[in-house]
């Protein structure tokens, strides 16, 4: 039982360059979460998804797409990466359920946009 | 929305003594979940202790205890006898019923505590 993983731990990349982040939970959870990490910013949620082929935007979107083809995949797109995107990226997963609702995280992905 | 407050960026603490880290929060929801996650040099976030808002009684785990003030508002954790591995930055974290549609954690700054020997 691996839990929460990600994919790749560490990139740097060129300003303009795409990437996708993966990351994939064997606990069979319904929801799914993406979050950044930014200093003195404390995580903030990036996209969501409550369910396989459904998702959702959280507080801050812009510049990222997400997809969700299978339930234990959740896939973070960046197309035209920018040096604002420099940051750590966490993956997350939960339940669905009103007492069930701890989030478990992956160890994230230390990103650089040069 | 709902909003989460660390007013401390920065706390130390002697081995062997207790610390309380402030974390406040607004909300007009009447049933949400509180947590304090710890993130250590690793990056791995742990989560520390959780708290449902309809239980009157604060939350344990080992060493670390809430004070959990539904009408203040207020989510405070306390560490009693700090050890060297509990240096680390905390996040206070806020989540409304996953019944409501509206699942996602909203995390407060974080506070970085040092424990000194």
């Known amino acids: 039982n691996a839990g929460v993983t990600q994919t790749p731990k560490f990139r740097v990349l060129k300003t303009g360059q795409s990437m996708t982040l993966l990351c994939a939970q064997d606990?069979?959870?319904?929801?799914m979460y993406w979050y950044r990490q930014d200093p003195g910013m404390g995580l903030r949620l990036i996209h969501y998804?409550?369910?396989?082929?459904?998702?959702a935007k959280g507080e801050v979107p812009d510049g990222y797409n997400v997809s969700r083809l299978k339930k234990q995949n959740f896939l973070l797109g960046l197309e035209s990466a920018a040096p604002s995107q420099t940051s750590v990226y966490f993956c997350?997963?939960?339940?669905?359920?009103?007492?069930?609702?701890?989030?478990?995280f992956g160890p994230g992905t230390r990103l650089t946009v040069l | 929305a709902q909003t989460v407050t660390q007013s401390q960026p920065e706390m130390s603490v002697q081995e062997a003594e207790t610390v309380t880290l402030s974390c406040t929060y607004d909300?007009?929801?009447?049933?949400?979940?509180l947590f304090w996650y710890k993130q250590p040099p690793s990056r791995q976030m742990i989560l520390v202790i959780r708290?449902?808002?309809?239980?009157?009684q604060n939350a344990t785990e080992n060493r670390f205890s809430v004070n959990f003030q539904k009408a203040a508002k207020s989510f405070s954790l306390k560490i009693s006898d700090s050890q060297l591995g509990d240096a680390a930055m905390y996040f206070c974290?806020?989540?409304?019923?996953?019944?409501?549609?509206?699942?996602?954690?909203?995390f407060g700054k974080g506070t970085r505590l040092s424990v000194i020997a």
């Open positions: 997350a997963s939960s339940y669905r359920g009103f007492h069930t609702d701890t989030q478990y």
């Open positions: 974290a806020y989540r409304s019923p996953t019944n409501s549609g509206n699942t996602p954690l909203v």
């Open positions: 998804s409550v369910g396989e082929g459904t998702t």
């Open positions: 909300t007009s929801e009447s049933d949400y979940y």
């Open positions: 606990m069979n959870h319904e929801y």
């Open positions: 708290q449902e808002a309809y239980k009157q």
